[in-house]
């Protein structure tokens, strides 16, 4: 039976868009769905998974994503939670490749320093 597994990450970064073009600091958290049959009661070590993800958050907390150059030149245009999905989702998904789990979803909230929740955007793999 296939279990889901959701691992929570929070980093903090800023960064401008066209609608808001002042730089300015947002609360950020990435949930990461990894699904698998469980083995030995577990469908991942979630020490391994962090192991994996946490250089990918370390690349792009406390920058200014607009000009970080680990995200692509369309993520780093518009680093929104969308854009932000899809670089955590492209660095992670092939680590896990040998584990025998899929990165079935990856989710990034948005929150102001204080904690005032934005909302959220969420990729799921078909």
């Given at each position: 039976?296939?279990?889901?597994?959701l691992?929570?990450?929070?980093?903090y970064?800023?960064?401008?868009?066209?609608?808001r073009?002042t730089?300015?600091?947002?609360?950020?958290?990435?949930k990461l769905?990894?699904t698998?049959?469980?083995?030995?009661g577990?469908?991942?070590?979630i020490?391994k998974l962090?192991?994996?993800?946490?250089?990918?958050?370390?690349?792009?907390?406390?920058?200014?994503?607009?000009?970080?150059?680990?995200?692509?030149?369309?993520?780093?245009?518009?680093p929104?939670c969308e854009m932000l999905?899809m670089?955590?989702?492209?660095?992670v998904?092939?680590?896990l490749?040998?584990?025998d789990?899929?990165?079935?979803g990856v989710?990034?909230?948005?929150?102001?320093?204080?904690?005032?929740?934005?909302?959220?955007?969420?990729?799921e793999?078909?």
């Open positions: 039976m296939k279990t889901t597994v691992v929570p990450f929070e980093f970064a800023s960064y401008s868009l066209s609608i073009e730089s300015h600091t947002h609360h950020w958290t990435l769905f990894v698998g049959i469980p083995r030995n577990m469908v991942i070590d020490l962090r192991e994996i993800t946490n250089p990918h958050i370390e690349r792009i907390a406390n920058t200014y994503l607009n000009e970080n150059e680990v995200l692509d030149q369309r993520q780093a245009e518009n929104t999905c670089y955590f989702f492209s660095h998904a092939p680590q490749e040998g584990y789990v899929e990165l079935s989710e990034v909230e948005i929150r102001e320093p204080e904690g005032n929740e934005w909302g959220s955007a969420r990729l793999v078909d």
